[in-house]
């Protein structure tokens, strides 16, 4: 008995040395990747919430843009990296688009990347020009129907608007042409001048050209109306419900992250989204606070995939 209190003493004592010899997290940087070009609301997320986990984690935190292929050249880097807490993302809901309509992807997304943390969305709101004589969903709809094929811009194939657009149509019964752009700017520039009558976009992208009187939003595409605009009712509320395509932002890792530390960097993210001066910089921006922690957002991740891909079926949205 003596022997075997003495084996386990020792035991003990070494566990205790070895967990004590293992440097805490984070000993050095922390790189957050990010897919798309900095001034975005992707790089928004992460600038957002640089500087306050710097001062959590006492060392720097350090974004890296790598622009490419719908966010899978930076998603790409990060499976390849190792699973210790030192390569993050700044992942979009991408992550659940880019399976249902690319033919291939070099990674595998349920099996190579850990959901850590949902930092926020921003809802996709149906727009027209401040021209154009459009006051609410059902004017958009009669118009559609008076004139099959009415124009709807979005910042491009398989984005949330492209999406929005295609359930919108399912949805009401119409028909539309989608016209994709290379990006928000020259879609909403268009529907400005009156060249495209609407557009699905993003609040986040849109706002302040909404505040400025230069784009009127008709409808919210998503479960609530936004803060932002409180008067603008969602699409369900105007008898045509679609399912919520609002673009989130959230920190994935590679695969066989540590649990510990999956827990770690939800929590200390979960803490900064309580506080009133980040609260309110999200809502600013037309945001809304998410802050959902990881077996909440392992699961969003196959659910969304598999309706994604229906639509993307449906609509016979893919890229090669």
């Known amino acids: 008995m003596l ?90 809901s991408n992550l659940t688009t880019n399976p249902a309509v690319f033919a291939r992807l070099p990674f595998d997304t349920l099996r190579d990347i850990t959901p850590i943390v949902v930092i926020y969305s921003s809802p996709t709101v149906l727009f027209t020009g401040a021209d154009q004589p459009y006051r609410n969903l059902a004017e958009v709809v009669a118009a559609a129907r008076r004139q099959p094929g009415l124009a709807a811009a979005t910042s491009g194939v398989a984005t949330s608007g492209h999406f929005a657009t295609e359930m919108f149509m399912r949805a009401a019964g119409i028909e539309l042409t989608h016209v994709p752009y290379r990006g928000a700017v020259p879609a909403l520039q268009d529907v400005m ?43 369900a509320e105007q008898g045509v419900p679609i399912r919520d395509t609002s673009p989130w932002y959230s920190f994935t890792g590679p695969a066989g992250l540590p649990e510990a530390l999956v827990a770690r960097i939800a929590a200390d993210v979960q803490g900064l989204l309580r506080r009133p001066e980040i609260i309110a910089r999200i809502e600013e921006s037309g945001g809304v606070v998410e802050g959902e922690g990881p077996a909440e957002f392992r699961q969003r991740i196959p659910r969304e995939i598999a309706v994604n891909s229906e639509v993307a079926r449906l609509a016979n949205i893919h890229i090669e």
């Not at 600038?47 to 974004?63: D, I, N, S, Y």
């Not at 993003?202 to 230069?214: E, F, M, N, Q, V």
């Open 193 to 235: 001048g009156g060249r495209v009558p609407i557009t699905f976009s993003t609040l986040s992208g849109a706002i302040g050209l909404a505040r400025d009187g230069k784009l009127r939003p008709l409808a919210i595409a998503a479960p609530r109306r936004s803060r932002a605009f409180p008067e603008v009712p969602t699409m």
């Open 3 to 92: 022997h075997r209190r003495g084996m386990l003493a020792a035991a003990g004592a070494s566990l205790a040395a070895t967990a004590r010899a293992q440097p805490a997290w984070p000993d050095r940087p922390v790189r957050l990747l990010v897919g798309f070009p900095a001034g975005g609301p992707t790089d928004f997320a992460a600038r957002l919430l640089q500087e306050p986990l710097q001062a959590l984690w006492g060392q720097p935190l350090v974004v890296e843009n790598r622009p490419g292929a719908s966010q899978n050249i930076a998603a790409e880097a990060l499976v390849k990296s190792p699973p210790d807490g030192y390569t993050l993302l700044l992942c979009t």
